[in-house]
């Protein structure tokens, strides 16, 4: 099966620091990837849409010069949560989007926990 | 907008008792549906999915019939184990290349 992972698992830095999250999909090329956050007993909410490439695509309410996002590869992107404050404190979810013929299916990584002191 | 609404936990059974959770959905057109599972420590899986109506979605003893006339998706399985103790997402996606919206998701533990 499709796999996807994240590095590193959990991080705890200061406030003001700039933290980055890694997103690999490990055995397929994935075009598209999408960072999503989820707050302790809630759903994810969908950040941003990382292509291959080209800029990230945000969704509303986010901030990009604060979530930088890089999809250098077709198999790895980042997320950089630059000058990192308390409220930034969440999980953070990557899935890449594999490519098929029937249907483009997402996989998910297991998530990054970021706690800013 | 389109937006997924489901059952609030979290919910606790005994092994071998049967499961519903419920999910329901807005959107305009016609959505595929999902369930996806998240184990503890893991990342999300993709339980199920259905992608037109009256479909039936099916994977590990669990099943959700996409039922547009309700716009429901509701999850069932007759007799749940431990190892399926999890939080369960129910999600809509309008096509392959946009984007998944997800309910605020059901935590389900199971007693021995």
């Known amino acids: 099966g499709a796999v996807v992972s994240q590095h590193p698992s959990w991080v705890i830095c200061k406030s003001g620091t700039s933290v980055k999250i890694e997103c690999r999909s490990l055995?397929?090329?994935?075009?598209?990837m999408f960072w999503y956050r989820q707050f302790p007993k809630q759903s994810l909410m969908l950040m941003a849409t990382?292509?291959?490439?080209?800029?990230?695509?945000?969704e509303q309410g986010v901030e990009k010069d604060k979530f930088l996002i890089n999809h250098a590869s077709l198999t790895l992107s980042t997320l950089t949560v630059t000058s990192a404050h308390p409220e930034d404190s969440s999980f953070y979810i990557c899935?890449?989007?594999?490519?098929?013929?029937?249907?483009?299916?997402?996989?998910f990584g297991p998530g990054t926990r970021l706690t800013v002191l | 907008g389109d937006s997924v609404t489901q059952m609030e936990g979290p919910v606790t059974l005994s092994e071998e008792a049967f499961l519903t959770i419920n999910c329901t959905y807005t959107?305009?057109?016609?959505?595929?549906l999902f369930w996806y599972v998240q184990y503890p420590g893991e990342g999300l899986q993709l339980l199920l999915k259905?992608?037109?109506?009256?479909d039936k979605g099916s994977n590990k003893g669990f099943e959700a019939t996409y039922r547009k006339e309700t716009t429901s998706f509701h999850l069932e399985k007759g007799s749940v184990q431990v190892s399926d103790s999890a939080v369960y997402f129910c999600?809509?996606?309008?096509?392959?290349?946009?984007?998944?919206?997800f309910g605020s998701g059901t935590r389900l533990s199971i007693r021995p």
């Open positions: 899935s890449a989007r594999r490519l098929a013929v029937l249907y483009n299916e997402q996989f």
């Open positions: 055995d397929f090329q994935a075009t598209t």
């Open positions: 990382s292509n291959e490439g080209s800029k990230a695509t945000y």
């Open positions: 959107a305009t057109g016609y959505p595929s």
């Open positions: 259905a992608t037109k109506a009256d």
């Open positions: 999600a809509l996606s309008k096509s392959s290349a946009s984007k998944i919206i």
